[in-house]
């Protein structure tokens, strides 16, 4: 079986360049890049991880923690995640909290001890304060939420301004009785993005009202539950901003099958951009969000303070959303 020693001394270069190539890491010429991935090749070498994770002290995984991979949103964050983690020659665990705190606390377990490098949070189920301790044992990302104390790297959309944007697409359209969608209430990112559609609504001398907000709104069904919610009462919006193309999508069938014309009776805009906005009828407006850069943006900032010296410190990326117009509103 041959080693990195033996490649490199055929290729005429030391052991850490050899490396250097097998980690996919820079400053190696394009050159000695292709020679030594020739080599590699040639002798079918496969690096021993084991043995490179007993002498690094690393195992070369990170966790993704995600409430449901069930939700496209997460498929699609996890696909970025994934991709760019094998680029940079780690591999990724994937668990699912179920909106669990507990399960949340056994992600933090695993970097407790050591079976993992890294944690990327896509949601966060508990306070801060009970995730905190728990840096002194490796770096921890929080990535699509937003937290305004968490000492942490966030990257997250500017979800102000998404806020902001949908709601003046519908006033821009006429509506007046706008309704708001979240999925859960101590969410300080959905917090942000209720402050936009608040501040569109101040802007236009417009108030929404208390039974026009609606809560736990995750997936399909519960457009179902709140279309009927909005269907019993004596004044109904007439536009809703979901926060959820699952959401839009659920109101928007049901609404349909009730008697109502989409957009003339009840105007939807959902959140995210899935392929599912474009295969409705009527299509859904939506706000687009780059999730797979996000993915991308998280692997490569987790792992600058994994191969870095320094412990992780607050720092906020925020990812730029746009308003896509389609049929629903």
């Known amino acids: 079986m041959p080693n990195i020693e033996e490649i490199a001394k055929i290729c005429k270069v030391s052991k850490t360049t050899v490396s250097r190539v097998l980690n996919n890491h820079p400053y190696v010429s394009e050159e000695k890049r292709r020679k030594i991935s020739s080599v590699i090749k040639e002798l079918d ?18 966790a993704i923690s995600v409430p449901s991979i069930d939700h496209s949103f997460f498929g699609q964050l ?32 695993l970097l407790r001890n050591n079976e993992i490098d890294g944690v990327i949070l896509g949601t966060l189920e508990n306070e801060w304060t009970v995730i905190e301790p728990h840096l002194k044992y490796g770096p921890i990302l ?3 939420e937003y937290h305004e104390k968490a000492s942490l790297p966030i990257i997250c959309y500017d979800e102000f301004e998404a806020g902001y944007k949908a709601v003046r697409h519908l006033i821009e359209k006429g509506h007046k009785k706008i309704g708001f969608c979240y999925d859960t209430s101590y969410s ?10 608040l501040k569109a609504l101040a802007e236009s001398n417009l108030q929404t009202r208390n039974e026009w907000t609606f809560d736990r709104a995750f997936n399909i069904e519960d457009g179902f539950r ?7 009462l004596n004044e109904k919006p007439t536009a809703l901003f979901t926060g959820n193309d699952q959401v839009a999508a659920g109101i928007i069938k049901k609404a349909i099958v009730n008697g109502y014309e989409i957009p003339e009776d009840l105007a939807v805009i959902g959140y995210d951009n899935q392929l599912l906005c474009q295969v409705t009828t009527p299509t859904i407006t939506t706000i687009g969000i780059p999730i797979i850069e996000l993915g991308i943006q998280s692997v490569l900032k987790i792992i600058q303070y994994i191969r870095g010296n320094e412990g992780v410190k607050r720092e906020i990326i925020r990812l730029s959303t746009k308003l896509i117009v389609r049929e629903s509103t």
């Open 45 to 62: 070498y496969t690096p021993n991880s084991l043995a490179r994770n007993l002498r690094t002290n690393k195992t070369y995984t990170l």
């Open 78 to 109: 996890i696909k970025g995640i994934s991709n760019e983690a094998f680029v940079q020659g780690y591999k990724v665990l994937i668990c699912q909290t179920f909106y669990d705190k507990q399960n949340e606390l056994k992600v933090m377990n």
């Open 142 to 144: 929080l990535c699509n």
């Open 188 to 197: 300080q990112a959905q917090r942000q993005r209720k402050e936009g559609f």
């Open 226 to 232: 709140i279309f009927n919610e909005i269907n019993k």
